[in-house]
């Protein structure tokens, strides 16, 4: 389902959930139940397959006779193929069922440590009657959620985690932070009522097994993992409503708990704290990578310093601005900010910064205990970037040195002239590139990379010109078309809506071209295949043929060719189609595919043994080629 189906889908539903509300909440039940019966029916074929196999063999071996053992032989191979997929197919469904998800991380919290939080805790609980947390984490993120962790897959077995991030209790008051927690907890608590949480606990568990089932590469388990890549857009749409009802659901449970003003505080400061985290914090501590050779060992306190010392009033109304204007969509089921505040009874129209903490939920919860929490925090983060600090100092420490080299020149070629441009951005971004672009534009006016760096520094500046630079990349390189029409989609979104959609919808379009491509050229159908002679250079063709004489024994022969591709004629795909030996057999020829694949090969080529029986229309066409074998 492409997003355009997808979003229309979820407007259908979101009318459906206003107008008939009955029918809405039976219509994801029902999709729900479609999940478990989808795996219901992989788990009873697979159980069919295999004691279907295994009562034919109990009944030739009873009343077979002397033929029995002929019979067997003779069905054996036959029967044996179809079991392994079967069994695969049984595997892969129980350990979507009962596999044990990863926990949490962080640093665990004991009531010792935080008396003041946990006593907060417990009142919520009474309050909410709502379960316990089983796990308190503290981590180093700017948030905090609920999880219910899942130990057997959709079998259950739940343990409930707390998660608090640093930064946002150093941000938050008390009170503000109790909003947010109430309102996470409202999700583990059913505050939207028992089957709303069951739906949101179902969402964060297929979410897990679609990551899991994107891994499986048998035959089997590609069968089980493809029935559930069509399900799960279906799914996702039709509990995506209800899950944003849960999210202001769970918004009027922290107003109950703490009172509305709190709340509104808490939405609106954590939205300024993220965005002054990831415009300002982060990217100065990335900026001091340049001159520090190791990691600061202290990046909590840091930031609790930036935040009170750095964040200018300007800055936070600005901040504040850049999140009410944001409009809700379907790409997450939080609302925006602008929404949830209407849904406290808040104008956002009235909405100003709030005033300083005074003093934050990190000190009050956590007390004389809070120095040693930030250590180990700030300890194991240190630890954990170090080799990438390390590796990214010493990589800018080289760019500056080719940056000097790069101005020392006294005549640059176009492609050193380009670098210039490229080391330029990368180690002085306050610097003017658009001298030296004109510059190289002169030179060379459909330098693609220059065109399309020109288009965002003018778009950047609020000049409408970069987008018929961008336009001339579209035109140059099409494979530019997404991210062109993003900038140009971001720079008008606020300056021409109409003239924005229609660059959303270039992009759709380009996206789903794209990805029905990538489908065909990743995926090598022998029934619907189209092949061609190769027609690749001299020196790829050597290079195959090295590495098939260095191969151990097995090949007889080999055919290296192109794939024609229907979404794009002037895609290149290979393919190397190998003919095993008489004595190797299949399991052998297989294993030759397998290390082949192993191997750096001059080109991306699907590898295809012909002795498989799937293969025999393959034969067909590189007979019909009458191409002459790359080997021997």
């Known amino acids: 389902m492409d997003q355009t189906a997808y979003d229309a889908l979820i407007a259908r539903l979101e009318k459906r959930a206003r107008e008939r509300p009955a029918l809405y909440t039976a219509s994801v039940a029902a999709v729900a139940l479609l999940g478990f019966l989808i795996l219901g029916v992989a788990i009873g074929f697979s159980f069919l397959l295999i004691g279907g196999f295994a009562g034919l063999v109990v009944l030739l071996t009873k009343f077979g006779g002397a033929g029995a053992a002929v019979l067997l032989a003779k069905l054996g191979k036959a029967l044996f193929l179809l079991l392994i997929p079967a069994w695969l197919m049984l595997r ?43 796990h308190v984490l503290l981590t180093d993120e700017m948030n905090a959620a609920v999880v219910q962790h899942p130990r057997f897959g959709l079998l259950g077995g739940h343990r409930n985690y707390l998660i608090l991030g640093l930064p946002l209790l150093q941000v938050l008051s008390p009170e503000e932070a109790m909003a947010v927690v109430a309102h ?53 749409a039709y509990t995506f409503v209800l899950a944003r009802q849960n999210e202001y659901e769970a918004d009027r449970s922290s107003a109950e708990l703490v009172g509305p003003g709190p709340a509104a505080n808490a939405l609106t400061r954590f939205n300024i704290a993220s965005r002054f985290q990831q415009a300002e914090f982060w990217p100065g501590v990335h900026r001091s990578i340049r001159t520090e050779p190791v990691p600061p060992v202290a990046c909590s306190q840091l930031f609790a310093s930036a935040w009170r010392e750095r964040l200018l009033p300007e800055q936070q109304r600005e901040f504040l601005t850049q999140a009410l204007d944001r409009v809700t969509d379907h790409s997450d089921t939080h609302p925006a900010l602008a929404d949830r505040l209407r849904a406290l009874g808040v104008d956002p129209a009235q909405v100003a910064p709030p005033a300083p903490a005074g003093e934050t939920a990190a000190d009050a919860w956590f007390g004389s205990n809070l120095l040693a929490l930030q250590a180990a925090l700030d300890t194991e983060w240190s630890q954990a970037v170090a080799p990438q600090w390390q590796e990214r100092h010493a990589y800018l420490q080289g760019q500056l040195a080719r940056l000097a080299e790069l101005r020392a020149l006294a005549e ?56 018929a630079d961008l336009e001339k990349v579209m035109q140059l390189d099409p494979e530019a078309t997404l991210p062109a029409c993003n900038l140009i989609y971001g720079f008008l979104a606020e300056r021409d809506e109409a003239r924005a959609e229609t660059y959303r919808q270039r992009w759709i379009a380009r996206n789903d071209f794209e990805e029905r491509l990538r489908a065909e050229l990743d995926t090598f159908d022998p029934k619907t295949a189209k092949l061609a002679a190769s027609d690749l250079g001299a020196e790829a063709h050597a290079g195959f043929l090295a590495v098939l004489r260095d191969h151990p024994k097995g090949i007889k022969r080999a055919w290296l060719l192109r794939r ?62 009458k191409l002459e074998p790359l080997y021997p």
């Open 92 to 134: 892969s469904t129980w350990t979507m069922l009962t596999t044990r998800f990863p926990a949490p991380e962080g640093r665990e919290l004991t009531r010792a440590e935080a008396p003041a939080l946990f006593a907060r805790l417990d009142d919520m609980r009474t309050r909410m009657q709502g379960p316990r947390f089983h």
């Open 564 to 625: 024609l591709i229907d979404t794009d004629p002037e895609a290149r795909a290979y393919v190397l189609a190998i003919e095993t030996t008489m004595w190797t057999g299949e399991s052998g020829a297989q294993k030759i595919v397998e290390t082949l694949a192993a191997i750096p090969l001059p080109e991306a080529v699907h590898i295809v043994p012909l002795s498989l029986s799937a293969f025999a229309k393959t034969r067909k066409q590189i007979k019909k080629l």
């Open 412 to 467: 640059r070629s176009e492609e050193h002239e380009w670098e210039l441009i490229r080391v330029t951005e990368e180690m002085e971004p306050e610097t003017d590139l658009l001298p030296l672009l004109e510059a190289l534009l002169a030179r060379n006016p459909k330098h693609a990379s220059a065109l399309y760096t020109r288009g965002r520094v003018r778009l950047d500046r609020g000049e409408e010109t970069g987008i």
């Open 184 to 236: 996470e907890y409202g999700h583990l608590a059913g505050q939207h009522g028992r089957f709303g949480a069951f739906i949101y606990r179902l969402r964060n568990a297929w979410g897990q097994m679609q990551d899991m089932a994107s891994g499986w590469t048998d035959a089997g388990s590609r069968l089980v993992a493809k029935l559930f890549h069509w399900y799960a857009p279906f799914f996702n």
